[in-house]
């Protein structure tokens, strides 16, 4: 498992406090959102300040994009390599 993924599946779980979850049970591949981890609009929310904190990307909440990027932790770890790089 890449670093990046590791990183932003220990961010997930500290910053939502999923107690009960270790990174090994979230899947590269897994929905956040709804089904999957089941997280839902306040968990995105802080999610996004926590990526944005923790890489320096910048993320526009409203919009349609941003929101595919959040569908699982391969398109979140791509979308932050994409935008660090910048």
């Given at each position: 498992?890449?670093?990046?993924?590791i990183k932003?599946?220990t961010?997930?779980?500290e910053?939502?406090?999923?107690?009960?979850?270790?990174?090994e049970e979230?899947?590269?591949?897994?929905?956040?959102?709804?089904e999957?981890?089941?997280?839902?609009?306040?968990?995105?929310?802080?999610?996004?300040?926590?990526?944005?904190k923790?890489?320096?990307?910048?993320l526009?909440a409203?919009?349609?994009?941003t929101?595919?990027?959040?569908?699982?932790v391969n398109?979140?770890?791509?979308?932050?390599l994409?935008?660090?790089?910048?």
């Amino acid at each position: 498992m890449n670093e990046l993924k590791i990183k932003l599946k220990t961010l997930i779980i500290e910053t939502l406090d999923l107690e009960d979850i270790s990174v090994e049970e979230i899947k590269d591949d897994e929905p956040l959102f709804v089904e999957g981890l089941g997280l839902d609009s306040i968990d995105a929310l802080e999610l996004g300040l926590a990526i944005k904190k923790a890489f320096q990307v910048k993320l526009d909440a409203n919009s349609e994009e941003t929101k595919k990027h959040f569908s699982t932790v391969n398109s979140l770890s791509k979308f932050i390599l994409e935008h660090q790089a910048k």
